[in-house]
């Protein structure tokens, strides 16, 4: 007979051991899509339309909910099945971090060259629209409007400034080339905009090559004189900007940055080979962090497999170029760290506990 | 056991033993005395190794081999080595160079049919055309380049290599080398009084400094040129200081002796010429004396992988293993104790040697045993025939004992073909420079490899024998089903724990925990697929069979994840093993399905065949 009360059904549902294999077939299917699609799209995008997806977060998510379900109602709890206990446990507390870092993760880089100094991290999947008040030779004043908002597009109103900007056109990836006379006419009128030929991309495919986001936008004075429309982008060095009221405001579109309450300083990069060879045998980056809040001035080491965590970020050596000259750190801020460390020691702990103890019954019921 | 098992388990070991430790024994095979040239120290790939051991990785990397067939008999590659070191003109008439691609052999005028390898004599006539395909084959993507193009720019770096090697102790195609030393020596000071002396300068003097100039820049180019450095660095220089022919030449130390190395080898090079073993040996045993005494730790360790080489500990386990399985059949054939004790002395042979050549590895290397796909192809067939040893202890009737053996002799065959890629005992890049990490990560996540593939190969065991034994033996199912059953939860704690180890070491190198990058992918799919088999076994969806059967495709998930993976980024149309691998891994995938099938076909099937 079924039972009459829809929670007890569903929680029955819920704690079935069916439940979990279909949960685990799904997610081997998930996983083995998230591999092979990694060809066509790159690593980024194949996570994200895989195991990332609302589908994938909904079969991690019942499959928790499954895990919890089956553990509360169905497993005895003796310390016969210890084991199976921790084990399990340790498997939720390693969905939560999965989750966790899911939500909360933020990667980002830090290029540092030799005696350069930084006070944040850039993170190039990312970007923002700055505009900076470069009136003042001593300091200029920025303003930035994170992606997200441009990527909405209308009337953006920043209190900070005197003219609005309306976000016209947003490429995740666009391709800038001269344009010709042969060419339809520039949508900007101003800054080098008019000169350029600004095609959308598709996102890269590659993991090594970075998309250059291009926007349209145009600036209009508070009392509704245009000041121009341009074209920028993450590709463009040149600056671009105009005038209003006395004072010289330049835009631009850069990778999105993170400020620290600190500071680095690349002092030495070593990048060492194998003699006769360039097989390389160590990278690692001597910097100097500074932190004047906290009284912090010390020279830190960060090699391969030796990051510097400092104020809740972890610094890797990353990569390098110009010849040696510079260092590239990935500075990664995830709160829940820990929580893969601690999950792993109880499921090991559990597995090998629960099947040792069958191995011994079972060796011990041998004839 | 009975006395006649016993002693049939004796001599199965005890010849397995000898035969293995036979090839250390053999004399060798020239009257060059090759081996103390083979034992020489030299710097290559970052790293002091004998000259033995650069001779059979170069000639594998040409050719696919260890040695070669010449004039009816077989040349070892140190006799192909100092052929082309010292007389190049011969070394050209050796067929080494392999090329299968049709193109390419298009490309070089090679005629079509069973001839795979050829000389380089045959290609020289179309060298700057191959390096000009290889060049702009360069340009291409690797993962996007054509059959033809990937052949080509293969071709290349082979035909580099070997034009590297005539290069490296003298110019190839130079006359008599201790002559040209000589003539060197004497015109040094004349050429520096031209210098000095400028316009005023004597006739005489100025011949000096035109001869000089030609041997300075033939010197130059074997400063570059060269294959490996041969000359250890001497006193008050640093540690990893070994230097070149060339480059020795080019910038003699103030104020000393000229380097022992190189009149040695020049001495070496004319006897080898003419043809005379003696004056070789000379030279050979004096330089080799000198070395010992300058580097006498480099020395030791060069003579013992030397002596690793020769032994080919992976080679014979590799025929012990097969004869092990061979055994084991025939005790199933047979239902002879006899036959069934002998199994298990030759696997315990093979098992034995497998372990000599992996302890070796790893004393030679200073490293945990899996450092590369090679290594780890060793140490999965290691893993594997240990655990079915174990199992078989635990549990007997041969087939723990045929699994193991199986494992082992496919896995070793595989490392074999793996190690024509180079060096096996080469140096570990940036990242992986952790023992810690490889022994406890890579070593961890291989014996979950290993136990996956050794529960498949139970599973396939059950299910062959479900349809070939006539009497049905619920018994013996029984057991090998909860054989099974013990190696995939051991599995599971190994695939988990290690590729969560693994999580830990990329957290600590790259600063995240999981990345979903391939490998950890296949690693993940692997723990996956042990917890869905033991969570059908405890749910009761699945029964005996159905467990055998999944075990069977935990096989085909493991050699997907372990080289599928591998396969992903290089794409299908590379050159070399990983392309013949690739129709391999279909086949064995595409068997192990098939095995599968055979396994779920209805119990009715089987009966009826009884019956007939």
Known sequence: MRDKNVWRRLAHALSSLELTLACLALLMVLVTACTLLQVPLGTHRAVQSTVRSPLGGLVGGVLLANLLFAQFRRLEFSRRKLGLWLAHLGLALLFVGEFGTALFQVESQMPLEI??????????????????????????????????RLKRGGEIDAPALPFTLSARRYHENAELGMRRPSDPPSEATAGIGPNLLVRPAPPSTSDDARDSAAILVE????????????????????????????????????????????????????????????????????????????????????????????????????????????????????????????????????????????????????? | MTRQARAAFQTALAVGLLAAAWPLAAPPPSDWTLDVLGRLPVLEGGRVKPLDSFARSSLLML??????????????????????????????????????????RGL?????????????????????????????????????????????????????????????????????????????RRAMPAALRAVHAGGAASA?????????????????????????????????????????????????????????????????????????????????????????????????????????????????????????????????????????????????????????????????QGRPPVTNLYSSAVFVGWVGAGLGLLAERARPGGFAAAGGALLGFCTLLIAQHLAASGDTLEMMRAVLDSNFWLATHVVTVTIGYASTFLAGALGAAWVLRRHWVRRPDPESSRALASLAYGVVAFSLLFSFVGTMLGGIWADQSWGRFWGWDPKENGAL????????????????????????????????????????????????????????????????????LALMVLGLLPPRFWEARRSS
Not at chain 2, 312 to 328: D, E, N
């Open chain 2, 204 to 364: 005489s003097d100025r011949r000096a400094v035109r001869a000089l100039a030609g041997m300075l820049e033939r010197w130059r180019f074997l400063a570059r040129a060269a294959a490996f450095k041969p000359l250890p660095p001497r006193g008050g220089q640093p540690d990893d200081a070994w230097s070149s022919v060339g480059e020795t030449l080019l910038r003699p130390p103030d104020g000393t002796d000229p380097h022992p190395g190189l009149a040695a080898f020049a001495l070496m090079g004319r006897a080898y010429r003419l043809g005379r073993p003696a004056p070789f040996e000379a030279a050979l045993r004096e330089y080799a004396a000198w070395v010992a005494r300058t580097r006498p730790a480099d020395v030791r360790r060069a003579a013992a992988e030397e002596a690793f080489n020769r032994a080919q500990p992976f080679v014979s386990g590799m025929a012990l293993y097969l004869a092990a399985f061979l055994a084991v059949c025939a005790g199933w054939a047979t239902r002879r104790p006899e036959a069934e004790a002998a199994a298990r002395g030759l696997l315990l042979a093979a098992f034995a040697a497998h372990t000599a050549g992996l302890a070796a590895r790893m004393l030679l």
């Open chain 2, 63 to 104: 050719s696919g081999r260890q040695s070669l067939a010449s004039g009816g008999r077989s040349a070892g590659a140190m006799e192909w080595l100092a052929d082309a070191l010292f007389r190049p003109e011969r070394a050209d008439a050796r067929a080494v160079f392999t090329v299968d691609d049709p193109d390419l």
């Open chain 1, 115 to 148: 005696g350069q100094t930084k006070d944040y991290s850039e993170d190039d999947r990312r970007t923002e629209l700055t505009a900076t008040d470069a009136s003042d030779p001593r300091f200029d004043v920025v303003t930035a409007i994170p992606d997200s």
């Open chain 2, 108 to 184: 070089l005028g090679l005629p079509e049919g069973p001839e795979r390898r050829f000389a380089y004599w045959r290609v020289e006539p179309r060298r700057a055309e191959v390096r000009a395909q290889a060049e702009s084959a360069e340009k291409v993507e690797a993962a996007r380049r054509s059959r033809f193009q990937a052949a080509v720019l293969n071709l290349d770096r082979r035909l580099e290599l070997y034009e590297r090697i005539q290069n490296t102790l003298m110019a190839a195609g130079a006359g008599d080398p201790v002559a040209e030393l000589a003539a060197f």
């Open chain 1, 219 to 367: 600036a209009k004075s508070r009392g509704g004189r245009g000041l121009g429309t341009f074209w920028l982008s993450s590709a463009l060095g040149a600056p671009q900007g105009f005038s209003l009221d006395g004072r010289t405001w330049r835009l631009a579109l850069r990778p999105r940055r993170y400020r620290l309450p600190f500071s680095l300083t690349l002092e030495e990069f070593r990048h060492d080979v194998y003699p006769g060879t360039d097989i390389p045998k160590n990278f690692s980056s001597r910097v100097r962090l500074r932190d004047p809040g906290r009284g912090e001035d010390r020279a830190a080491l960060i090699s391969m497999n030796n990051p510097l965590r400092y104020g809740g970020k972890a610094f890797y050596q990353a990569s390098f170029g110009q010849n040696d000259r510079l260092s590239v750190l990935q500075v990664v801020r995830n709160p829940g760290w820990l929580l893969p460390y601690a999950a792993c020691a109880l499921i090991a702990a559990g597995i090998l506990l629960h099947f040792g103890l069958k191995l011994r019954a079972s060796l011990g019921a041998r004839p």
């Open chain 2, 525 to 592: 799919l692997i723990v996956l697929w042990n917890a869905i088999i033991l969570h059908a076994r405890w749910s009761g969806l699945a029964r005996e069979r159905g467990i055998m059967v999944m075990t069977v495709f935990g096989s085909v998930v493991t050699s997907l994840s372990w080289f599928g993976v591998n396969m992903l980024g290089v794409g299908l149309h590379s050159y070399g093993f990983m392309d013949k691998a690739f129709w391999w891994l279909a086949a064995f995938v595409a068997g192990q």
